[in-house]
């Protein structure tokens, strides 16, 4: 019954099944090919193999077939899966967060103490443009367009690093961050000192209001994994690690639309010289814009759906 609903114009009548009836059709998949392997053992049931294995083909095809991404499906990931997505896994990012804060007030608060620490992480040619107070960012406007590609693929890379770094139980994703988190404290502090904060803040507001969040849910996605890999719970190590596996995915793939938006603001906008103010509104209301969709109301569905 299943397989000739889905049968009536393919890919198009697989989108009309339910949930239900989707694993339904799964599991008479998975049953369907374990039938054909006894059947083919049986010189005498060759008939009914090859019966089988024509309805088994013709369900692959139907399935398998259907399985093409466009950027509609897309975008309907992102408006009516990827909050719900998000909810479930708030207690990682809230982690990452909290270690990305951690080390950035840590940094912050030695490079007050002892100014010569930021020479750890900070070289000395930025070090020598903010003793002119200057800002180091300015060569970008000259090349915008090139920069803001090298500044998406940076972005990208650091996240999905960060990300990855969750395979070595977490240990990894935890390093990033605190490099990241350092990084930024240091810099902070280290351009007060100099009186040059709020061309530091200015220049960060715009593009930052995407792209610190988006490397903190990557953190939070390789805080799914590393959990996943050292607490397995009930289930056993590999399905544990594989359903980690899976969600830290879904999480992750929420930010690469945040990071492409925040590579052609840090390209073209953050270190442009527009008034102050508009680089601080368009900030808020993106972080604003941020928050109303991560946090929107939303019905939270068991992973194993959301990951269909």
Same mark, same amino acid.
Do not use: C
């Given at each position: 019954m299943l397989l000739s609903q889905s049968g009536e114009g393919g890919s198009s009548g697989l989108a009309r099944l339910s949930r239900g009836e989707l694993r339904e059709m799964a599991l008479l998949y998975r049953q369907m090919a374990a039938d054909l392997s006894v059947l083919r053992q049986d010189p005498t049931a060759r008939a009914h193999a090859q019966h089988?294995?024509?309805? =088994?083909?013709?369900?692959?095809?139907?399935?398998?077939?259907?399985?093409? &991404?466009?950027?509609?499906?897309? $975008?309907? $990931?992102?408006?009516?899966?990827?909050?719900?997505?998000? *909810?479930? *896994? =708030?207690?990682?990012?809230?982690? +990452?967060? %909290?270690?990305?804060?951690?080390? #950035?007030? =840590?940094?912050?608060?030695?490079?007050?103490?002892?100014?010569?620490?930021?020479?750890? $992480?900070?070289?000395? *040619?930025?070090? %020598? &443009?903010?003793?002119?107070? *200057?800002?180091?960012?300015? +060569?970008?406007?000259?090349? %915008?367009?090139?920069?803001?590609?090298?500044?998406? &693929?940076?972005?990208?890379?650091?996240?999905?690093?960060?990300?990855?770094?969750?395979?070595?139980? #977490?240990? #990894? &994703? $935890?390093?990033?961050?605190?490099?990241? #988190?350092?990084?930024l404290g240091v810099i902070g502090a280290a351009c007060h000192q100099f009186g040059m904060s709020l061309a530091l803040w200015s220049f960060v507001a715009p593009h930052g209001s995407l792209e610190l969040p988006s490397i903190i849910i990557a953190g939070g996605a390789g805080f799914r994994l590393g959990h996943a890999m050292l607490f397995p719970g009930e289930l056993r190590w590999r399905e544990s690690v594989a359903r980690g596996g899976i969600e830290a995915t879904q999480l992750v793939s929420g930010i690469i639309p945040l990071l492409i938006v925040a590579g052609c603001l840090e390209g073209f906008l953050s270190p442009s010289h527009v008034p102050v103010w508009f680089k601080f509104t368009t900030g808020g209301m993106l972080f604003l814009l941020l928050l109303v969709w991560l946090f929107r109301p939303t019905k939270v569905r068991p992973a194993q759906e959301s990951s269909r």
């Open positions: 089988v294995n024509q309805l =088994l083909a013709r369900a692959h095809h139907i399935i398998y077939s259907g399985r093409k &991404t466009s950027l509609l499906a897309f $975008f309907r $990931f992102l408006h009516e899966d990827y909050p719900a997505i998000f *909810q479930r *896994q =708030l207690p990682y990012v809230l982690a +990452s967060l %909290a270690v990305s804060v951690a080390w #950035g007030v =840590l940094g912050a608060v030695i490079t007050n103490a002892r100014p010569e620490f930021m020479r750890h $992480f900070v070289g000395p *040619q930025m070090i %020598a &443009t903010m003793e002119r107070h *200057q800002m180091w960012t300015q +060569s970008v406007i000259s090349v %915008a367009p090139l920069a803001s590609s090298a500044i998406m &693929t940076n972005n990208l890379a650091v996240s999905f690093v960060t990300f990855a770094g969750g395979i070595v139980f #977490g240990l #990894g &994703t $935890f390093f990033y961050l605190y490099m990241n #988190g350092m990084m």
